[in-house]
């Protein structure tokens, strides 16, 4: 009662506003329901980074292949705001008052439409009539695996609602990085790092300057900049740190689960769950977070720019403008329009692996002992191996041939693990069927299709983007920027964390659904709060200059966010009713 209660009080309010429920313009659709054909189905789809050239090749295709049956598509005009809560309030609507079939969008997670959200359930469940169905290539014949089969488990998790209900079906595999204008590095002599000590050496190096260009403050080139604000984009790079470091834990922090010996999945009890920010992993994440985050060394404006503001200081060659930012790969279709004659410059990247990974494998107490510097020059080594995608044997074989080191199998392969490792967007990229549709089979088709190996080359070769179905590598393309971000999904050593879901497990019915009890946004408020910093702001670096700076605000940090925990434990338990 208490969900068609909020459905009814909702439509009310949009008779009210606009006449009629035919005028849902604020809802996007424009002149009332759409009308379609008995044998087409109607499609609404999101305009963001990927474009939609892919969508109507795909459209094209679909209906070569069903010619005979007279299956037709019919794509309303791609809008950026067919998103979110504006995609589950038309939704609410109703089929027969909306009359479209598909919603290809992004934001709308499974339980907001499901049987748990504020309107109840608004899909269709595709477990059977897409799930697990054969993909369908372009000549309208199956493939030899399900759609389930081709997906990763990881995703289709994303797509599934509290209840098991497989409402959702991913688009697109999304991945975050590092965005590098190659021509702006190239000037200092410095390389695309791969480590975050490569990394931070970069920085300096075009902060401070060297032998081939003067500092910042000459030069007018900083080394990164960052969105303003609580953006994603930032904080994707801390969650990638994390996980390189230690996958469970990563997992444990956002579930307060731990896994048994057997594989089953245990509760951490409350002196666990208090203290499980009280970790290597954190602190390690944190040094790396506040070095990174250190506003003295970033390009002006970057505490209080836009994405494209930001992004301008990427491709453009004007003062103040920036070598590095934390990005996605769909950057390129975003600029692509206004800075045509600068997309040779830059490149994308994975995110660099934390050097803690190597310094835990080959440092101090391990078989390898090596110093701070060999153990990064080590992993540095490793990770290209990577990148070219070599096997684990040949990984070791050359390290043996090259280095004279002889690499523990178990080594080769944590650090393939932690390379391989990236953020994903994707589950954030989902398509929806809308309840009610009287043409289920026919968009089931299209769906399968979409599935296809077929559709993944076009996704890949129009959207400069990876299927989640088939992972392909773009060689074709004009831009190394796509090039090289499709190396990062096709590897086969990928894989990838995401929180679009937010907390769960224990942790989601503690509601504790953001990274920290004590920052709303970690990034902003290192770069508004903190005073860690080696540099001057006249582009040197102190006299004094002491990493440890922020090593101590990392330890401050942590201690403050496990005593926060603690103090608000009891709390929390009875505000979500488990006390």
Known sequence: MKKSTKVATFLLSAIFAFGSVSSLAACGVAGGKVESAENEIVVKVRKAGFGTDWLYT??????????????????????????????????????????????????????????????????????????????????GEEESQTVTEKLDPEILRYMTDAEGKQYAYCWAQTSGGLVVNTVKLEQYGLEIPKTTNE??????????????????????????????????????????????????????????????????????????????YNDQTMYEMLKVAYRTFDMTIAAPGSQSQTVDQAQAKIM???????????????????????????????????????????????????????????????????????????????????????????????????????????????????????????????????LRMMSSDDYAETFNVQGNGASPYCALENTTSEYKFVRNASKVTANRYFSFVSTITGARGYRGQLNFQRFFTTSSHLPFDIASNSRATIYTMNGTKKEDADLQVYADAATTFQANEVANIIKNWDSWLQNAGLK
């Open 199 to 276: 990394m931070f050496e970069c920085f300096e190096a075009i902060y401070c300057g060297n032998d081939k260009m003067g500092n910042s403050i000459k030069s007018g080139t900083y080394p990164i900049t960052y969105v303003s604000g609580q953006n994603g984009y930032t904080l994707t790079f801390l969650h990638a740190l994390l996980a390189q470091y230690d996958r469970d834990y990563f997992d444990t922090l956002w579930s307060f689960q731990k896994k048994g010996e057997n594989g089953e999945v245990i509760q951490l009890s409350d002196a666990e769950c208090q203290e499980v």
């Open 58 to 139: 795909l459209k094209n295709k679909f209906e070569a292949a069903y010619k005979n049956e007279g299956y037709k598509v019919k794509i309303l005009t791609p809008d950026n705001n067919i998103k979110d809560d504006v995609v589950v309030k038309e939704l609410a609507l109703g089929y027969k008052n909306v009359g479209v079939d598909l919603y290809i969008t992004s934001g709308v997670l499974p339980d907001h439409v499901g049987v748990n959200g504020d309107y109840g359930e608004l899909v269709e469940d595709l477990a059977d009539t897409v799930y697990s169905q054969k993909a369908i290539n372009y000549n």
């Open 316 to 446: 453009g060659n004007n003062r103040n403008g920036a070598v590095f930012m934390f990005n996605g790969d769909w950057m390129l279709n975003e600029v692509k329009l206004n800075y045509r004659n600068y997309l040779h410059n830059i490149d994308f990247v994975n995110y660099p692996v934390m050097s803690a990974v190597g310094t835990k494998l080959f440092g101090a107490g391990t078989s390898y002992n090596l110093s701070e510097e060999a153990c990064d020059d080590l992993l540095s080594f490793v990770i290209d191996c990577v990148d070219e995608n070599m096997d684990i044997d040949a990984i070791i074989e050359k390290v043996k041939t090259d280095k004279d080191i002889t690499l523990a199998e178990a080594d080769a392969k944590e650090v393939a693990r932690a390379r391989g490792l990236t953020y994903a967007r994707g589950p954030e990229h989902v398509a929806y069927v809308t309840k009610g549709t009287t043409k289920m089979d026919i968009v089931s088709k299209f």
